[in-house]
């Protein structure tokens, strides 16, 4: 069965960093294209990045430069570096995996991102 | 960016009544290999989203087949066939045809 866990997230002041983690477990997690996706609260979803299977990553405008996506294999194991946090990267922040490409199949359940002084 | 326009924002339906949500895309969402990347997630309240269609119209495992998903270029829509109480939540079509990946505003489904 496919799951996935994500952890790390918390309350932080603005101009802060986190670092988001998500554990896979019931397949291999560097199999497939892993993303992260956002939102705020009362609000819709938002796509913040993406890893391809070879490494390569992708990520949002409003985040460029500031979040990177990465992985550890040997963990099974997504994760996202989150510096220079600002007051509207506040949100539950989501794992989901391209099981095949173009579509999210699994969603984790969620970790939320307070910045605020 | 593509944006996914989602109509209605709010659908007060009738248990056992059908229901349908509409996405139109500013710009097609045919993908160089031929694909259609529009999806379709439920988000139950205080659940994380899931999956029930993608590339427009396949039912993702463990879907109740009540749900169908439809159209093509850049029309596409969300039918449930018999609303049940199980269905109430926030509707959400989102594309993966081109960067940025984009979302819809949501469609939120109520029972009256």
């Known amino acids: 069965e496919v799951q996935l866990l994500e952890s790390g997230g918390g309350l932080v002041q603005p101009g802060g960093s986190l670092r988001l983690s998500c554990a896979a477990s019931?397949?291999?997690?560097?199999?497939?294209?892993m993303n992260w996706v956002r939102q705020a609260p009362g609000k819709g979803l938002e796509w913040v990045s993406v890893i391809s299977v070879r490494g390569g990553t992708r990520d949002a405008d409003s985040v460029k430069g500031r979040f990177t996506i990465s992985r550890d294999n040997s963990k099974n194991t997504l994760y996202l570096q989150m510096n220079n946090l600002r007051a509207e990267d506040t949100a539950v922040y989501f794992c989901?995996?391209?099981?095949?490409?173009?579509?999210?199949?699994?969603w984790g359940q969620g970790t939320l991102v307070t910045v605020s002084s | 960016d593509i944006v996914l326009t989602q109509t209605p924002l709010s659908s007060p339906v009738t248990l056992g009544q059908p229901a349908s949500i509409s996405c139109r895309s500013s710009?097609?969402?045919?993908?160089?290999?031929?694909?259609?990347?529009l999806s379709w997630l439920q988000q139950r309240p205080g659940q994380p989203p899931r999956l029930l269609i993608y590339k427009t119209s396949i039912r993702f495992s463990g879907v109740p087949d009540r749900f169908s998903g439809s159209g093509a270029g850049t029309d596409f829509t969300l039918q449930i066939s018999r609303v049940e109480a199980e269905d109430v939540g926030v509707y959400h079509c989102?594309?993966?045809?081109?960067?940025?990946?984009?979302f819809g505003q949501g469609t939120k489904l109520e029972i009256k």
């Open positions: 710009q097609s969402l045919v993908h160089s290999d031929g694909n259609t990347y």
């Open positions: 019931g397949f291999t997690l560097s199999s497939y294209a």
């Open positions: 989901a995996t391209e099981a095949e490409p173009g579509t999210l199949f699994y």
């Open positions: 989102t594309q993966l045809t081109q960067f940025p990946y984009t």
